[in-house]
């Protein structure tokens, strides 16, 4: 794992919906240079108040090498259009960007892979390791040797013992904690607000204190 650190290569924010608007804030505090969104929602993009360079295909105007992207699409719950959105770039060569905010505060020893967002508040203990694309949302807690796998979001507030590992694509909720040493399986969903108290198998939903699993809508 690497962490990107060219910090002055030019950036393509790619979304521009809420977590765009938070990750453009983060990028224009660190003094970053963002060339514009892309999103079809043309009235949306201009919210954002940098330029809207067009549909997600503009991108291909610019040169893989020339460009890294921000994958502004966030995911409450689903990752279906955030993963899409990384996975199709990727294909075309293009790398994205690390976005990390200097209020996080991250421990020497954590292992950030590329395309990491690391949001205001967060607090990663020493032993961590974030996989590619994922979200540390604000002023989630992550304590010491927590290992969050590739596509994960561990929403704002949320707070994750000491070892725990969350699978790939995998939801935590906001405000949920996970005591030491629970394994969330890949595809799983952690409600906003449960309390795990053990392990969770992959591709299911559980909320509530403690944590249990609930049908999910078709
Ligand atoms: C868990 C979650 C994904 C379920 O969503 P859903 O599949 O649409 O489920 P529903 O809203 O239909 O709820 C199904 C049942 O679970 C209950 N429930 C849903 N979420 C719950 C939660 N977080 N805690 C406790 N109970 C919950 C509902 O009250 C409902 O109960 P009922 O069948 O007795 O009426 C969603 O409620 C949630 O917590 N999402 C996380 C949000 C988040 O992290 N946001 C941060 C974004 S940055």
Redesign the pocket.
């Known amino acids: 794992m690497t962490h990107q650190a060219d910090s002055a290569q030019s950036l393509i924010l790619v979304g521009s919906g809420g977590h765009a608007r938070v990750l453009l804030s983060t990028l224009l505090l660190l003094g970053r240079r963002v060339l514009g969104s892309v999103d079809p929602d043309k009235s949306r993009a201009e919210l954002l108040g940098i330029p809207h360079l067009g549909g997600d295909d503009a991108v291909f105007r610019y040169e893989p090498a020339g460009v890294l992207l921000v994958n502004g699409v ?1 995911s ?2 689903s990752i279906a259009n955030r993963l899409r959105v990384y996975e199709s770039f990727r294909k075309r060569g293009y790398d994205f960007a690390s976005v990390i905010h200097p209020g996080a505060i991250i421990a020497a020893e954590v292992q950030l892979a590329d395309g990491v967002q690391i949001m205001a508040g967060a607090i990663l203990q020493a032993g961590c390791v974030i996989e590619e694309n994922c979200i540390i ?1 604000t002023g989630a807690r992550l304590d010491h040797g927590c290992v969050i796998h590739a596509h994960a979001h561990v ?2 507030g949320a707070v994750l013992s000491g070892e725990v590992h969350v699978g790939t694509r995998a ?1 935590i ?2 405000g949920a904690i996970v005591i030491q040493g629970v394994h969330i399986g890949s595809d799983t ?1 952690v ?4 309390v795990v108290l053990s392990h969770v198998p992959q591709s299911c ?1 559980v ?2 204190v403690p944590a249990r699993p ?1 049908k ?2 078709a």
């Open positions: 966030g409450v719950a949302n929403a704002p939801h909720g906001a969903i409600g906003a607000g449960a939903t909320v509530g609930i999910v809508k």
